[in-house]
């Protein structure tokens, strides 16, 4: 679902190096924040967990402006992994774009919810994923028992995807 003009968010395999190099980005930006680079309860997502990889890019440019995956919990969940937007284009709607996205896709596979963490470090996340139509949920999975973790949950249904790129 294209939902910005100024945007191509095109779907990529895990091991795309565009999206390796926004995931690096992503993880040296939170090791920064957290001051460890040991932040991530459970396994780090990886080709074999995730259902889908986005990379958006400016369409005037063609410069890699963010990217976003989803890893499959369940057969009818799955959770956002490695949402990023380079510093530079945040405030320009791409997290919103690139989310988006990922719940369509999402939906079209059949999954039913789609669920995100924030970190204590990532005041910012837990924002944009409360304005985004997502609600606060009891810890889950690896994230179970952690205080600085907050997760988050979403119905999908065919307007989901549609309501969040207007938001």
């Not at 997502?134 to 999975?141: C, D, I």
């Amino acid at each position: 679902m294209q939902t910005n003009p100024r945007l191509n968010i095109r779907q990529v395999s895990w091991a795309n190096p565009v999206g390796a190099d926004l995931r690096a980005a992503q993880q040296s930006e939170l090791d920064s924040r957290f001051g460890t680079s040991d932040h991530e309860p459970g396994p780090a997502p990886s080709e074999a967990d995730t259902a889908v990889f986005v990379v958006a890019y400016e369409k005037c440019s063609g410069q890699p402006l963010g990217c976003g995956g989803l890893r499959i919990v369940d057969d009818r969940t799955v959770e956002i992994k490695r949402l990023y937007v380079v510093p530079y284009a945040r405030g320009s709607r791409v997290a919103s774009s690139i989310l988006a996205s990922l719940e369509a896709l999402a939906h079209s596979r059949g999954f039913q919810v789609i669920t995100a963490e924030a970190g204590s470090a990532q005041t910012d996340g837990r924002s944009f994923y409360e304005s985004s139509g997502f609600a606060p949920v009891p810890n889950f999975g690896p994230y179970i028992g952690l205080s600085e973790s907050q997760c988050y949950s979403k119905a999908l249904d065919s307007h989901s995807a549609a309501h969040t790129a207007m938001a």
